[in-house]
Nanobody
Framework: QVQLQESGPGLVKPSQTLSLTCTVS??????????WTWIRQPPGKGLEYIGT???????YYSPSLKSRTSISRDTSKNQFTLQLSSVTPEDTAVYYC???????????????????WGQGTQVTVSS
């Protein structure tokens, strides 16, 4: 059974870089046709797609966040990491990592488009 777990600081100061790691167990992030995604949900709003790193290492980003986002992976640790730079209070949200197995990449925030989900982690941007 594949499980995902987010980790990282819960509080980040404005203008700093938010960094979160998703650790995957029970499956490999290098497995063919697997895609590993970050999604967030600001308070009182819907889910928002951030970006994906594919099994091949190819990266996909939301156009609205692309200039501030980087997703990388460590295959030896079976982890993938989100970095979001120059954060503001508007980046306050619950951040989720999600995985999709088979087929093609999904660049949507729809729950049904993903096979696996982490429990989510609250990140607050505040001085």
């Amino acid at each position: 059974q594949v499980q995902l777990q987010e980790s990282g600081p819960g509080l980040v100061k404005p203008s700093q870089t938010l960094s979160l790691t998703c650790t995957v167990s029970g499956g490999s992030i290098s497995a063919s046709n697997s895609y590993w995604t970050w999604i967030r949900q600001p308070p009182g709003k819907g889910l928002e797609y951030i970006g994906t790193i594919a099994y091949s290492g190819t990266e996909y980003y939301s156009p609205s966040l692309k200039s501030r986002t980087s997703i990388s992976r460590d295959t030896s640790k079976n982890q993938f990491t989100l970095q979001l730079s120059s954060v503001t209070p508007e980046d306050t949200a619950v951040y989720y990592c999600a995985g999709r197995s088979g087929g093609f990449v999904a660049t949507t925030p729809k729950k049904n488009d993903y096979t696996y989900w982490g429990q989510g982690t609250q990140v607050t941007v505040s001085s």
